[in-house]
């Protein structure tokens, strides 16, 4: 395909310290370190790996054609890699590069090497490949 290799690259996303509480109570993870600014030992609080994951919908809704198919569901990660952490109250954005797509079945299935970056910082806090199945 000629898409192989290009790279859509997302809008920023801020997530702000309520969103981080109340993923921290859905998930009965409340450390430290992610909900309580003012005792963190890092001296400040960060956000939990998984819902820096969770907000890749968000981001991609904001780049990729695919998500203008009526229906787009995950079909997995791979490769998950937590580099840095990202600071509470810090905007996010995400590279989606096509590693592979084709149509099977009326069905658009497409992988993404995905690189998420905390605004200002050069390297990526979060690196995966992200597999899409989309329809209308």
């Not at 192989?4 to 801020?14: A, E, Q």
């Not at 310290?17 to 009965?28: C, E, G, I, P």
Request: hydrophobic share 40%; with cysteine; aromatic share 12%.
């Amino acid at each position: 395909s000629k898409r192989i290799g290009k790279t859509f690259v997302s809008d920023y996303v801020l997530i702000p310290q309520k969103d981080v509480n109340q993923f921290a109570n859905l998930t009965d993870d409340n450390q430290t370190i992610h909900v309580d600014e003012y005792n963190s030992p890092l001296g400040y609080t960060i956000v939990h790996g998984f819902l820096i994951l969770g907000v890749l919908v968000k981001m991609a809704k904001t780049c990729l054609p695919d998500m203008d198919y009526t229906y787009s569901v995950s079909r997995g990660l791979e490769s998950v890699k937590f580099i840095n952490p990202i600071k509470t109250n810090s905007y996010v954005n995400s590279t989606f590069t096509i590693l592979n797509e084709k149509f099977v079945n009326d069905k658009y299935m497409v992988k993404y090497n995905i690189e998420i970056f905390a605004k200002g910082e050069q390297t990526p806090s979060v690196k995966a490949v992200w597999s899409l199945a989309s329809w209308n």
